[in-house]
Structures are given as structure tokens and as C-alpha cells.
């Protein structure tokens, strides 16, 4: 960044003494621009010396996925974007995030993935992909009751009533990780594959909730992989890769990601 | 983790012992590996395993309706008595129920066992609605409340063959439908419920009788109950009706009670019925073409899309926009039908599931589909059953879940919340639900584990 050119330096107007005549001497003063010397490279020193980079949502050591950083203006954004549960109907989107989670039946392990320490192992022969989508179902559906629960709107107005058939009733502020939508990808025994959307989630959560599938199933199940696909507005075709933790890439990604981030804020507020 | 069965394992115990020679520190992964590998394999359940059927119930408690002894009479000195079950509690019993039906503080549930006990009764009994309930204090008695789900002896011909198909509650007495022995009554007479000859002044408690219908053109296939009249429906279409009369309920034509099951004509006539519905004193009847048709009380504008008057007495078609109509549940003030496509209909007067706005209506609005879990994630989500109690309101979907909504009367809708509930909630229950029965303030419903 320090290499790149940096801006020109500012003019500023200085009366300066004209060029001396024949014989050296000053004649009047002369109104040049010149640059101001504070701005000079060798006195300022290297522009950039520290970066305000903040982190999004959190993603843990063992998982991947799309990670959202906010580099200078964009923490404003990024909080502004976070704060949106201060306005009177919540928009969901910015704390919105899927995950394709990948889960092993047959061990139960103490941190829920498949590098813990092994607790159980166990059968899992009689799992069937229409079981699993049962679990699923009332998974679901418990959490949209909470949904509705950790909203605060009383239930017993109008307007709950339309938020609710709209889809559009949301938790305000605080909530426990609430999964919106689950359902499985791909079913080979003893591997599945599963698409959460959720909220207020942590990673670790996720894991746990793939155990619990494998207890309802009357089995245990490990966590074989957490990728975040989405965050709010950011998808996984936004976000960089390994070979693309460059300058050139960082800055295309903001300039093409600015107008959404935009009009998502323009939402909010 | 709490769903742990028995367990079958080997006793070989999950580290192997480690050796003498064998230094002490972290295990490398072959090691670890290798471990898990030698660690015992648990089954909890085989791969034949079948899904277990359950029964849950939740509501009032007190009427001795849920079949818990322990709720009304604690079995520890510490615990105290529970007036409301305000979620689904399971109920052991010892056969698959395949019927089950609430009435006004009471419940009976049925099996197609060839067993000799095929019907088990809870609840109220001042009227004998479960049959003479012997009291083990006194021999000679009979229990006014019953706690916990007794058997009911019928009078069957041939009690190893013959198979209850479904059983049907009203305020004060039951119907029970047998595969080849016709329809048995038992409770309160006074209007002649039961399909017999009013006895003045019969007293209705602690009674030995039970009556058999058997004089039908065809073979009765579904029995329901009012709250003082009974409806049968047969397999040939046609509707029976007898009991109270002066809402016009039985739907003869006249305002006077019957007591002899009589055949219904009006707009059904010649019209194949595939399904009778009624719990209050309105009754809707759907067609094996997707009509539906109602008579009895219509003060809740029940029927007020064909007539003003408060009370039909005989069967009216009621030409609604909306669809063919595959089922349809009434209830005590409103009514719900379930079309073709899987929409949900309600009209009538009350708690009609479309938010406090919506009081009452006397042509059907649908509910929208996404209150009932579909969503563009889920697009295939469907109702495919509706009922109703008195004064609310429940639909199963094809997923296996209960949703309900409407008055919240003593804990009856299972939410765990004593509020009233303005439009289709989930309750929470621990498999899928194949069946429910409402009543006035207690529900049961048949569940089917997940695994």
C-alpha cells in the first residue's frame, strides 16, 4: 500500500522572493504555489503505518467459509450494519448466515468433531435419509417457535399476525442461536451433508447440533466440517481465496461488494 | 442425550490397558487410531427396528380426561395436584390406539385389537358415557370420574373377531363403530342420543346399558358425535342422524328430537357423502365431489351464505368459490374445511385463526400456507388433516406436525402458554403426529416416533 503513489502532495500559496535580477538582488515578492513541505514523503514518513481492520462475524480455528472483514470505514459500516435491531421491525439479513455442514454417524467424540476424543461408537444401519429429514422437520420447527418467542412482539396483535405470515418476525437484540431453515444435502451412510441457516449461531453450536441428530436417531454423529456459505449480504462468489490475499484482489472485492453493502444500510436505517 | 434405550455392550472397557513397557505421554495418532479402531460398537436400537406408536395428551386435568391418576391424586405426599397439563404428556397404554375421541370431560380411545378389551374409557362418567365402571370400594357402584384408561365391556357377538374402528364422543355420550357388528351408544338418553327410546326419567348414571344400532341401509363407516345429537355415515353416501333437534341438527326437517337413527334428505339426497363432521350443534357434510354441506345452528353465520336464518334443519349445499373440498371439521362456533391443494378455510364466529382482527365471517378466508411451515425453502409442505373442538382449531400436515389456534381453554392447545392463540402455532411434540382429537378442553393426538 505504501508503494503505491500516494496523492500528490498540496499546494499552498507562498509569497516568495523573485529571482534575483543581475546583481542578486531581491526585487519583490512573487505569489507561487508550492508544496507544502509537511507533506513531503521524507518528512511525513510512510503513509499507512497502522490498518483498522475488524472482524465480522466469528469463524472458528476448525471451520472455513466466508470470513467478513471491515478495513477503516468499513467497522462503521460494519457496526452500523449490526445495529440494525435498534430499528422497530428487525431485518434479519445482516445477521443471516448458512452453513454446509458435514457430519460422520457411528462415534460420538467430546467436542462434537471428528478430531476429538472418542466417547462411543455406535450402529447406524438402521438410519434412513426419511429419518433424518423427520429429525430435521421438528428441529425446525422448534426453532421457529422460538423465533417467534425471543421476537417480543405480543402475539395476540394484528400486526404479529402479518409479521408471522410474512416470514418476517425476527429476534430483537440478544437471542440464543436460532436455526431458520435445515435440510439435508446429500445422504450417503455413514456421511450426510446438511444446509443450516441460522442466527446468533456459534460454530461450536453447529457441531452440537449435529450430535443431537445423532441421539435423536437413536445413534451418535461427529462433525465432519462448519463452512460458512453466506454471511448477510456477503456469498461465498464475494469472498477471496487463499491465492487471492493480495492488494489488487482486496481492493477489487471492496469496490465491487460497496454498492451492496449500500443498499443493505439504506434498508436498515 | 436423555433418548437412551437399553443398551447392549461388550465389557471390554473403552482405553485398552496400557502395557508395563509402554512409556507414559500423549499418544501418537496410530495409537489413537488403533484405539478407537479396538473400541466396542453400542446398538441401541437394530436395523429392523420399528417406530413405536405413542399417545400424548395435554389440557384439564381435574375431569380425570387426560387418563393420569397422579395429576388429580398425587401418588407422593410432596406433590400437588395438577389442575392443567399445559404440554403433551405421553400416556402409556398398553395396545396401538387407532381411535380416540374427546367429549365434554371425558376420552375414549379405541384399537383394532381382536383382544377382548378393545376400548378404554377416561374421564367423566356421570352418565355412563364409558359404560358401568365397577367401583372396587363398593361393589354395587359405579365411578363418577374415572382416572385412568379403563376398559369399556361391549356387548359383542363375537368378541375375538370383531374390530372397533373408531370411537366418537359428544357432551354426554359415545358412540363405538364396529367392523360387522354395527354401532354401539352408551350415555346420557334424554333426547335420544343414543338411537333409542327416550325413558322419562332414566337415570343415566352408574347404567349397565349399552345399544346396539344395527338397522342401516349399508355398513356405518364413520360415527360422530354432537354435543346432543349422534350422526352416522355409511358406506353407501348416506347420513343418519337422531338425538336433539331444536337447532336442526339432525337435519330431518323438523325442530323436534328423534330417537330412532333417521335417514337425512335436503340437498343430500342422492348425494354420495364421503365425510360428516359436528361437535356443538352445526354438522357439515362433504361430497365425494368436493361439495360441502351444512345444517343445524347457524347463529355464527355458520350458514349464513345461504340463509338468514339461525337455524337449518335440513342439509344445504353451500356453494363456496374455493376449491373441491377434501375435509371439513366444525366446531362450536366456526368451522374449517381442508381443499384439494392442501389450503385451509375458516368461517364462523370466534378465535378464526387470521389474527384478532378477524372475528367472524360467513364466507371462508384461507389461511396462508406459510403460517403452516411452508416457505420457499420448504415448498412442500402441505395440510393434510384439519379438526376442531369446541372453540378451537387444529391441522396436521404431511410432515408429521400439529399445529393449533383459537381459544385457549384450560390448556388445551398444548403451546405451554395459557394465552389465546390468534393464528396456527406448533406444538411441540416428540414424533409425528398421525391423528388428534379435540375437545372442549383437553386434546389427545397418536403419535409415531421418529425412530
Redesign the interface.
Known sequence: LNAAPGRPPRQHVRFLPASAGDDGRVTGLVATKVPVLADHPLVRGPRFRHLKIGAGHRLDVKASGVFVLGIGHGNKLLTDLYNCHLTKVAFFLPFFKAYTVGGLF??ATDDFSDTGK?V????F???TRE?LE??L??I???N??AL?MYSNID????E???L????LIRPMGKSPPIIT?I?CLQFTLPEFQLEI?CLHETQQYLRKVVH?IG?????SAVCTQVRRIRDGVFTLDDALLRTQWNLQSVQKAIWDCQLKVKTELERTL | GALRGARRAVEVPLAPRRGLAEAAGRRSTRQLKEAEEAAPVFQYVGKAAKRKDRVFVWGFCYSGALGVPSFVKPDAGWKKPRRIQPTPYRLETEEKISSAACGYGFTLLSSTTTDITKVWGMGLNKDSQLGFQRSRKDQTKGYEYVLEPSPIPLPLEKPQQTRVLQVSCGRAHSLILTDSEGVFTMGNNSYGQCGRKVVEDEIYSESHLIHQLKEFDSRVVQVVCGQDHSLFRTKQGTVYACGWGADGQTGLGHYNITSIPTKLRGDIAGVNIIQVSSYGDCCLAVSDEGDVFGWGNSEYLQLASVTETTQVNVPRHLPFKIGKIKEAACGGTGNVVLTEEGNVFVWGYGILGKGPNLIETAVPEMIPPSLFGWSDFSPDVRVAHVRCGLSQFAALTNRGELFVWGKNLRGCLGTGRMEDQYFPWRVTVPGEVVDVACGVDHMVSMVKSFT
Not at chain 1, 120 to 123: A, G, Q, V
Request: charged share 35%.
Open positions: 457411528g462415534k472418542l462411543e461408537k455406535t450402529t444401519d438402521h438410519i429419518k423427520r429429525i422437520a421438528v425446525q420447527g422448534t421457529h417457535k417467534l402475539m395476540k396483535t394484528q404479529a399476525y402479518e408471522a405470515v410474512k416470514g431453515a435440510r441457516h443431537e441421539l435423536e436417531l437413536k445413534s
